[in-house]
């Protein structure tokens, strides 16, 4: 398994104001909870809770969607004051009890989005987030229309509903010093190189880039494909696969440094391999 480690990622933003505060976002995806990882995750979340001002959960929280798995998660973070956001995964909701676990980790103090927005105020800064699992649906060459029988149309709109969430969470966090989204399935294909192409419309939608095109957020991040690579775009917002699998590693910290406009990445550590 992976050993907890933080890389650093630096945004540079066109400034509209004085400000000069480096925000640190810990981001990690598919850390899939349960009794067995119990040990991991905590002496993960015990050191991350001084390398970063914001903590961010792209899905797959527990193993197979049980309220005790999320326990586990729950009781790892209890202790720490860094505000956490996250949004749920396939995992997650499995056993159809997604309610019990959203209830479970909020109890421990994590903030769950789920077709929602949130805004924290760290050092003066408005930090917005644009949360939502996404959904299914392909990618050019495998997208899923809506036509056919009444079942793979409503995959279709389950798709529709989390791309209009997107978007209007994004309209919400417009006037945000930097604007993030937090999704579990892909938006772009870039980040699911590695794995294989048949099961591409299963990990994400290139339905979930038309807001981000439009709104054009600060960073986006997402987990899902274990196989996959760690960086994409969506034009020219940088995109981030940042499931476990793929870092090799607890957390990654991004650090974001003004405020919102058009951003340009420069890549200051080394990505993973």
């Excluded at 159809?96 to 760290?122: M, P, Q, S, W, Y």
Aim: proline share 5%; net charge negative; with cysteine.
């Amino acid at each position: 398994m992976w050993a907890p480690a933080w890389q650093a990622l630096r945004f540079r933003f066109a400034e509209k104001c004085n400000l000069s505060r480096v925000i640190r976002i810990a981001a990690a995806g598919d850390i899939h909870a349960s009794e067995a990882t119990r040990e991991r995750i905590e002496s993960a979340f015990a050191t991350v809770e001084g390398e970063a001002d914001v903590v961010l959960l792209a899905g797959d929280l527990t193993t197979t969607g049980e309220p005790e798995q999320a326990e586990v998660l729950a009781h790892a973070v209890r202790a720490i004051s860094t505000p956490i956001f996250a949004v749920l995964g396939n995992h997650d909701l499995h056993n159809a009890r997604g309610d019990e676990i959203r209830a479970a980790l909020e109890k421990g103090g994590i903030t769950v989005l789920e077709r929602d927005f949130a805004v924290a105020e760290i050092a003066g800064m408005q930090i917005g987030i644009a949360g939502t699992k996404g959904f299914v649906g392909g990618f050019p060459g495998s997208s899923l229309p809506d036509f056919g029988e009444p079942l793979l149309r409503q995959v279709y709109a389950e798709t529709t509903a989390e791309v209009d969430a997107l978007a209007d969470g994004l309209r919400q966090i417009a006037q945000c010093d930097l604007r993030i989204v937090l999704l579990h399935y892909a938006p772009t294909a870039d980040t699911l190189e590695g794995e294989p192409e048949g099961i591409h419309a299963f990990l994400g939608s290139d339905r979930l880039a038309i807001p981000i095109a439009e709104y054009r957020p600060d960073l986006v991040l997402h987990g899902h494909a274990h196989a996959g690579s760690f960086e994409g775009c969506v034009g020219t917002v940088p995109v981030y696969n940042v499931a476990v699998h793929v870092m090799g590693r607890d957390f990654w910290i991004f650090d974001l440094e003004g405020t919102h406009g058009h951003a340009e990445v420069e890549v200051e550590a080394p990505l993973p391999d």
